[in-house]
């Protein structure tokens, strides 16, 4: 079974940087992707950045240019590098395992495995 775990999140003034780091413990099989998502209080999880192990990456509009995500291969531990975080940023924030598609498309639906997420906040 293969199992995902996050670094822990934190504390960060509007305009900080917060580095993720998942690492999965286990096979991952080929033509797999590790992406990222996110779910703020009452809204529905939403997946921002996706990589393949190709090192194709894809990014929602909302974290394009702020949030570069980047996959160690050698080690199966993918990072997300948040910068310029905003008030609209914090969340708990997911790593998550699946088909190629996944990572392109972004949908929780093409998830099969999930990390046990990280809480980040943004306040002055």
């Known amino acids: 079974e293969l199992q995902l775990v996050e670094s822990v999140g934190g504390f960060v003034q509007p305009g900080g940087s917060l580095r993720l780091s998942c690492a999965a413990s286990g096979y991952i099989p080929s033509g797999y992707a590790m992406a990222w998502f996110r779910q703020a209080p009452g809204e529905e999880r939403e997946g921002i950045a996706g990589?393949?192990?190709?090192?194709?990456?894809r990014y929602v509009d909302c974290v394009k240019g702020r949030y570069p995500i980047s996959l160690d291969i050698a080690t199966n531990t993918q990072y997300l590098q948040m910068n310029s975080l905003k008030p609209e940023d914090p969340a708990m924030y997911y790593c998550?395992?699946?088909?190629?598609?996944?990572?392109?498309?972004?949908?929780?639906?093409?998830?099969?495995?999930w990390g046990q997420g990280t809480q980040v906040t943004v306040s002055s």
């Open positions: 990589i393949n192990f190709d090192g194709d990456a």
């Open positions: 998550a395992v699946g088909p190629r598609p996944m990572a392109e498309l972004l949908r929780t639906r093409d998830v099969l495995y």
